[in-house]
């Protein structure tokens, strides 16, 4: 049914009930007086026809439930009146949980798409909550007859309980009341008014019988988290309040925000202060980019209607300047400065000795809370012939000083990418080989061609759908041997390389430091498995960052130090669940690709309600000036609405300009506020606001602008 004809049904549902309500004076026959007025006669009618009696009040009581009528406790009272305690508790328990669940059931169908539409992501945690423990809850408003009947079947309605549940939990919940009404019922004539029939003693006693279960499930699960503990001796003192593992970007981040909430904090770091991010991650990465791109428009000078001599690449010189930033950023994440902002640095090796001691350099340590940010490390396949090759991965490539002639890298994801075009633009012959059918797997594919058909024109030789079975090394070369998907046919296809870079991924440093003896497990991706509030199964062991997953980015890694941090510097009194919303991300190359929210791809895939606005940056002033007018703003919007579900940016400054759409997304704020922003000209940013105008011309009010138009037109006389 159409969200119009819903509508038109609701409108008319509730305007037949007030109609049919007052017409017929429903109200008067539902209000105690009348039943006190007219016991008597009721009585005798009953008892003179009990089977039609009962089916009448029967039907009665379930139309009333269902369309929420008010007077469900006079016709419970009525019950008792006519029918007698055990009959009249047996009626009026089955029709009101009938009824109710008729009530439930229209609110589900009529609203619950609307509401999930409207507040999706932000009631996402509750409606999580109802899913796990929503039987607990329902039980609990059942039982004290304070919460609003027909309030409970509308919001039920709108969870994602089950229909069974909902009828024999409210069934179970309510028999309580029901059963001091009907008694109340009765004894008729010596009641005054409804008010009286439940003291407030008797609402008290349901109130705890009510939270009993709740109580009992937390009880539990107290007793659960704290029987983990069990074979371990708990310190009396502790030396910290929090030992953080692991320095790179989420370690630096959890500490310093433990010390500046003025927690005794150790950071232990057996490497680099900084991690892969500063080491051989982030940093090296861009500076290794910018040389590159600054020698692929040098030679393309004469785009600019410039005019240069040969460029040549002088490739130690370039490995020597990624070394010179990586030495001017160190100061940023060195022990000085972390001693300095009040953290305890330790560099060494920490083995987690039992979920209160680390021990490290021979001495063990006692902490309230441990917090694990190791990180990841490059993904080493176990290829037939790999050692019989050299080869490098994103740890060791930044030793390299010497240009290899023929770089083969292994992966197309966003690292792969990355350092493919680099080393390309810095005169290496490089054949970049995927095992999936596109470049960028987890982007749509127009982004994908996009990127494969600039790197071809690079001159990197692209080889998707090649699977690398074996290495090898024969009359002085190395040699890999892919399985080549061409179609249904599939063939074999060998190719030849100097120097191989594994780009295939990076797997969760997780082992050799105690995890084991603990008993923490990995989940299925290899990261340590946590809950959403980053608690392992110790709940004093927080993990973040790349051993945590997700998300193997620096920016998530600090996002989720804040929420171990504070978990475990305010445990047991205050937890907060890693928000994973809006979590953006970038792939550095030329163009870069930029994204937030779904892509097209997976919208489709969950079948969303959707619109896609695309615009083409070929159009843009300033990047047309720039000669970079290559690309595309695409937003993900929801059907009918402003709201953006998503958007990718590809193009020479899509890392910047998806900030925006990160706002937007984070802050509820929607393409017709974009548009209403004023974006300076001329900058790439403007594609935002193009893209949002699209939106709008699309969305236009066709019928006002027609009338508009004539109105016009009669001015004009
Ligand atoms: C080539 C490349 C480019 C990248 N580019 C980007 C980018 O542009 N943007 C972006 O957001 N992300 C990028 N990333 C990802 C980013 O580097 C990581 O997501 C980030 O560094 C993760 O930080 P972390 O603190 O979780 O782990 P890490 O930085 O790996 O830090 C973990 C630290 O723990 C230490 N450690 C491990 N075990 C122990 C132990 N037992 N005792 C003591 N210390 C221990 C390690 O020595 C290490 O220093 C890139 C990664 C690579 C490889």
Redesign the pocket.
């Known amino acids: 049914m159409s969200k119009y004809a819903k509508i038109v049904l609701i409108l008319g549902l509730a305007t037949a009930s007030i109609w049919t309500f007052s017409a017929f004076g429903v109200g008067e026959y539902l209000s105690f007086s009348y039943l006190k007025a007219n016991a008597s006669d009721l009585q005798a009618q009953a008892s003179s026809n009990p089977l039609a009696s009962f089916a009448i009040y029967f039907s009665l009581y379930v139309v009333v439930a269902a369309f929420s009528i008010p007077g469900a406790a006079v016709l419970t009272l009525a019950g008792g009146a006519l029918f007698g305690f055990v009959r009249g508790l047996l009626l009026v328990s089955f029709a009101s949980s009938i009824g109710a669940t008729f009530a439930f059931l229209f609110s589900r169908y009529f609203l619950r798409d609307w509401v999930e539409k409207k507040f999706g992501s932000k009631i996402r945690d509750i409606q999580e909550g109802i899913k796990r423990d929503g039987a607990f809850y329902l039980f609990s408003l059942r039982l004290v007859p304070l919460f609003p009947f027909f309030l409970v079947n509308l919001l039920m309605g709108l969870t994602p309980i089950r229909v069974w549940t909902y009828y024999w939990i409210s069934q179970l919940g309510m028999l309580a009341g029901t059963a001091a009404y009907v008694n109340a019922g009765t004894q008729l004539s010596k009641i005054d008014s409804l008010g009286g029939i439940v003291s407030p003693r008797l609402l008290g006693a349901f109130a705890v019988l009510g939270l009993l279960p709740l109580i009992s499930k937390w009880i539990l699960e107290a007793i659960k988290k704290a029987k983990v503990y069990s074979s371990y001796k708990i310190p009396k003192q502790f030396d910290y309040n929090l030992i953080v593992?692991?320095?790179?970007?989420?370690?630096l981040v959890t500490s310093y925000i433990a010390a500046t909430l003025r927690a005794r904090v150790a950071l232990?770091?057996?490497?680099?202060m900084g991690?892969?991010?500063l080491n051989?991650?982030?940093i090296p990465?861009?500076a290794l980019i910018k040389s590159a791109k600054v020698a692929h428009l040098s030679r393309n000078l004469s785009d600019y209607g410039l005019e240069a001599s040969e460029t040549k690449v002088n490739f130690a010189k370039v490995m020597e300047r990624i070394s010179g930033v990586i030495k001017k950023i160190e100061p940023h994440d060195s022990v000085d400065r972390y001693t300095g902002l009040g953290v305890e640095c330790i560099e060494?090796?920490?083995?987690l000795e039992s979920p209160f001691e680390v021990q490290v350099n021979g001495k063990t340590l006692t902490t309230k809370n441990v917090v694990i940010?190791?990180?990841?490390r490059?993904l080493v396949p176990k290829i037939p012939g790999l050692e019989s090759v050299p080869y490098f991965t994103?740890d060791t490539i930044w030793s390299l000083r010497e240009r290899p002639e023929r770089l083969l890298v292994l992966g197309g994801g966003p690292?792969g990418c990355?350092?493919a075009q680099s080393f390309a633009r810095l005169g290496c012959k490089v054949t970049q080989v995927e095992m999936g059918p596109q470049l960028m797997s987890r982007e749509d594919p127009d982004v994908a061609n996009l990127i494969e058909a600039t790197f071809k024109r690079e001159g990197v030789d692209v080889r998707c759908s090649h699977k690398a079975l074996e290495f090898s090394h024969r009359e002085n070369s190395n040699f890999v041997k892919c399985e080549f998907k061409n179609g249904a046919a599939k063939e074999t296809v060998e190719i030849e390389f100097d120097v191989v870079l594994l780009a295939i991924g990076?797997v969760a440093?997780t082992k050799?430091?105690g995890l084991e003896k603990l008993g923490i497990e990995n989940s299925s991706d290899g990261t340590i498995s946590h809950d959403p509030f980053l608690r392992t199964k110790y709940p004093n062991i927080y993990v973040?960052?790349?051993?945590a997953g997700p998300y193997?980015?620096?920016?998530?890694?600090a996002h989720q130090a804040w929420y171990a941090s504070v978990n475990a510097i305010f445990s047991p009194f205050v937890k907060f669940k890693a928000d994973y919303r809006v979590i953006p991300?970038?792939t550095?190359s030329d163009p870069e690709v930029a994204r937030v929210g779904i892509n097209e791809t997976e919208a489709k895939e969950k079948k969303l309600d959707f619109d896609v606005i695309k615009y083409g940056i070929d159009d843009l002033d300033r990047a047309i000036a720039d000669s970079e007018d290559e690309g595309f703003v695409k937003v993900i919007v929801q059907k009918g609405s402003d709201k953006v579900l998503g958007a990718t940016i590809i193009g020479s400054h899509a890392g910047d300009m998806i900030t925006e759409f990160v706002s937007a997304m984070k802050h509820g704020i929607g393409l017709k506020k974009i548009l209403g922003t004023i974006h300076i000209y001329p900058t790439h940013s403007e594609a935002n606001k193009y893209a949002a105008g699209l939106w709008k011309k699309k969305n236009k009010p066709e019928a006002l602008l027609r009338w508009v138009e004539k109105f016009q037109s009669w001015r004009r006389g």
């Open positions: 593992i692991g320095a790179g970007a989420a370690g232990i770091e057996k490497n680099k991690g892969d991010c051989t991650g982030c990465s861009k060494g090796s920490a083995m940010a190791t990180g990841a490059p994103s690292i990355e350092l990076r440093n050799g430091f973040c960052g790349d051993v193997q980015f620096t920016h998530a890694a991300w970038c550095f």
